[in-house]
């Protein structure tokens, strides 16, 4: 007797799996929401030169809560880049075609990126338009740079990406804080890139309840146990942090 290999017999290819799974389906009849977007609607903004976890580090988190709708958006639909130009993901949406959403995220990018978005008028206002009705409005990366340039952040307290952090705080009222994400009001900063996964995780938390969290935290198994101790810009060296700036640049468009 032959055995099909599709993702669902991998997940449950054991007899023991296969029980729970059974068990787990009749308790997911009784309590589950359906993925019909009677949950959060949200909006993960893309720009030319975009760095690529951290839309996709979210999205993998908060497209698991119940219900959820995310959307990768755009100021026009189609391919969108990222910083190396090797990846583009799709935006299924144009910033014209969407005014309300409950939760926006804003990535970060290169230089060349958050510069591009951070002057870009239209984009702004757009921001700021879908700021006033959300129920949480975030960032990753040099994307608070870019909520920052809307004027979202003023007076309040962020983070960003490590080697962005005194530009933040030096051009707009902002204070910041070197931590992995930080809440202030209904706006949440992520640090660099892998950071948003972190936030996204919190956030859904705040969207569901830590239950929920968890679990998907769980089903995506993230459970990080890098190779090296060497993540934490306040513990590296000059010498460390200069070198991880010049791959950055090198790798990008």
Not at 61 to 69: E, I, N
Not at 93 to 100: G, L, Y
Not at 111 to 127: E, Q
Request: net charge neutral; with cysteine; glycine share 8%.
């Amino acid at each position: 007797m032959r055995h099909s290999t599709t993702r669902r017999n991998v997940l449950r290819g054991s007899a023991a799996t296969v029980a729970l799974a059974a068990t787990a389906a009749t308790a997911t009849e009784a309590h589950a929401v359906p993925r019909d977007g009677t949950g959060p609607n949200i909006g993960i903004l893309l720009y030319d030169g975009y760095s690529l976890l951290d839309p996709t580090g979210p999205a993998e988190v908060l497209s698991r809560l119940p219900g959820a709708t995310v959307t990768m958006i755009a100021a026009k639909r189609g391919a969108v880049r990222t910083d190396t130009g090797d990846v583009a993901l799709v935006a299924e949406q144009s910033i014209d075609e969407v005014d309300r959403l409950d939760v926006l995220l804003v990535p970060g990018a290169g230089n060349r990126g958050t510069v591009a978005a951070m002057n870009d008028k239209t984009l702004l206002r757009w921001i700021r338009r879908i700021h006033r009705h959300s129920r949480w409005t975030t960032s990753v990366c040099t994307g608070s740079i870019v909520l920052a340039a809307a004027g979202l952040l003023d007076g309040r307290r962020a983070t960003t990406y490590w080697a962005s952090a005194e530009y933040l705080q030096s051009t707009f009222d902002v204070t910041y804080l070197p931590q992995r994400y930080v809440r202030s009001g209904k706006i949440i900063t992520a640090a660099g890139v892998s950071a948003g996964v972190d936030m996204a995780l919190h956030l859904a938390s705040l969207l569901s309840d830590d239950d929920t969290a968890k679990a998907i935290q769980l089903a995506v198994e993230y459970d990080p146990q890098p190779p090296f101790d060497s993540g934490n810009a306040a513990q590296a060296s000059p010498q460390l942090k200069e070198r991880a700036l010049r791959l950055l640049a090198a790798s990008q468009v």
